[in-house]
């Protein structure tokens, strides 16, 4: 079983839709979780951090369930230029462990 | 935020010669430096960790000897891949961190083993 599963899309989506993605993880002593996106050919750039609390930034909000071990990114009103690949992340003990990406691509 | 950049940008190199890629972060000491593999359409796996001047700490199933990583500055780690063959062929990127939890990516390297 992956540490870090999640689904690999893509998922084709018009302007101005909500999109959600989902991450499952093994480890339950993992620390702290982030989403990252990653453009084609590029370096993974950091989108926010996960709290149980949740979060949210502009028309972007992160979830996190310990219970479950399951986290979620929500994108409302979506961009053309939100289409990318968005990694889940879970950081155990100072090391960064990544899920295989959901690939988002968004239509006019 | 922290820059961290990384030289060459691309290689091509052929069978059974060596390649040193160099990692730097530009404005900030880096304790610690990560290198991660990338094949396509997979995700980023961990290499190595490696904290300036001590050895570096290899993960499971990556063969210290044909990667080779020296931390010899708090702003520069190099890895060498030696006889590097064609499956060696990926998209490698490392990162730094400055004492905090946040890590800095750089640009990454992309190796083609011909």
């Known amino acids: 079983r992956k540490e870090v599963e999640q689904d690999p899309g893509p998922f084709n989506v018009p302007e101005g839709a909500t999109v959600a993605f989902n991450c499952t993880y093994s480890?339950?002593?993992?620390?702290?979780f982030f989403w990252y996106r990653q453009d084609c050919r590029k370096e993974p750039k950091l989108l926010m951090s996960?709290?149980?609390s949740g979060n949210e930034d502009g028309r972007f909000t992160a979830q996190l369930n310990r219970a479950s071990q399951y986290i979620s990114l929500l994108i409302r009103d979506s961009k053309l230029s939100d289409s990318a690949t968005y990694l889940c992340?879970?950081?155990?003990?100072?090391?960064?462990?990544f899920g295989q990406g959901t690939e988002l691509s968004v239509k006019p | 935020g922290a820059v961290v950049s990384q030289h060459p940008s691309w290689v091509i190199c052929k069978s059974g010669t060596s390649v040193k890629i160099e990692c730097r972060s530009l404005?900030?000491?880096?304790?610690?430096m990560f290198w991660y593999r990338q094949f396509p359409k997979q995700s980023l796996m961990l290499m190595a960790t490696?904290?300036?001047?001590?050895?570096?700490?290899?993960e499971q199933g990556v063969e210290k000897d044909k990667f080779l990583i020296n931390h010899a500055s708090l702003t520069l780690s190099t890895l060498t891949v030696t006889s590097a063959h064609p499956e060696d062929s990926s998209f490698y990127i490392c990162?730094?961190?400055?004492?905090?939890?946040?890590?800095?990516f750089g640009p990454g390297t992309r190796l083609t083993v011909t």
């Open positions: 990162s730094a961190n400055d004492r905090g939890y946040e890590q800095y």
């Open positions: 404005d900030f000491q880096a304790t610690t």
């Open positions: 996960v709290y149980s």
């Open positions: 490696s904290n300036e001047g001590s050895k570096a700490t290899y």
């Open positions: 992340v879970v950081n155990q003990g100072g090391k960064l462990i």
């Open positions: 480890n339950s002593a993992s620390q702290s």
